[in-house]
């Protein structure tokens, strides 16, 4: 079975512009979630989607988007990037039981870099 | 609000020594604890969860945390280190309400074994 992918690895842009990163979660996994993890900040949380709807939503300013497809892929977008938006961006997925998420298999991430 | 606090960045030890690693969290109500572990340009695997029941849970890896209500803590331990345990943890908190997948992340430990 397949583990959670997400493209692409690495990724460089300049201030201003914007970005969109995507993330396949496992088959059959209809939940999938975003962090942003920074060695100064560390993992935060940005926010989950669950049947194309977002659930829950971290505190990030309105620049940090996603979408979730029929598929249960996932986008996020950020747009007029900072220098601060340089992290690492993990995605996870995982199955959801009784309306909740259970355990999270996080992909190996995009390292994106704002110049 | 939640939060989690990790005791040291840093954690030195020889192989097959005892691996300590300390978290303490804050939660208004009684949550869901999780040690997760990172290797050098991946992403996040969980080690083992705490929900309900038996306060001592053992993971993968042979690793094991127990959770103490009156302090606070969940502290991940392991009885003899290992070369390949080197890595960073990171402990995680998370609202019974929001399931698995809304964690609220340490700042990590970094572990490093010699020989």
């Known amino acids: 079975k397949a583990g959670v992918t997400q493209t692409p690895r690495y990724l460089i842009k300049t201030r201003g512009q914007q970005v969109t990163l995507s993330c396949s979660p496992i088959?059959?996994?209809?939940?999938v979630s975003w962090y942003q993890q920074t060695p100064g900040q560390g993992l935060q949380f940005l926010f989950e989607?669950?049947?194309?709807?977002?659930?829950n939503k971290g505190n990030f300013p309105g620049r940090f988007s996603g979408r979730q497809f029929s598929n249960s892929r996932s986008e996020m977008n950020v747009s007029t990037l900072e220098l601060g938006d340089s992290a690492l961006y993990l995605c996870?997925?995982?199955?959801?039981?009784?309306?909740?998420?259970?355990?999270?298999?996080f992909g190996s991430g995009t390292q994106l870099s704002v110049l | 609000a939640q939060s989690v606090t990790q005791l040291g960045s840093h954690v030195s030890v020889s192989e097959g020594a005892l691996v300590l690693l300390r978290c303490n969290y804050s939660?208004?109500?009684?949550?869901?604890l999780f040690w997760y572990v990172q290797y050098p340009n991946q992403g996040l695997q969980l080690l083992l969860k705490?929900?309900?029941?038996?306060?001592l849970v053992k993971g993968i890896n042979g690793f094991e945390a127990e959770f103490k209500k009156s302090e606070t803590s969940f502290h991940l331990t392991k009885p003899s280190a290992h070369m390949s345990d080197a890595a960073e943890y990171f402990c995680a908190v998370s609202g019974r309400d929001s399931g698995y997948s809304t964690l609220t992340f340490g700042k990590g430990t970094m572990l490093l074994v010699s020989p």
């Open positions: 989607y669950f049947s194309e709807t977002q659930r």
């Open positions: 939660s208004s109500v009684p949550p869901y």
């Open positions: 996870a997925s995982s199955l959801v039981q009784q309306g909740r998420a259970e355990k999270l298999f």
């Open positions: 705490y929900t309900t029941g038996a306060t």
């Open positions: 088959s059959g996994h209809r939940s």
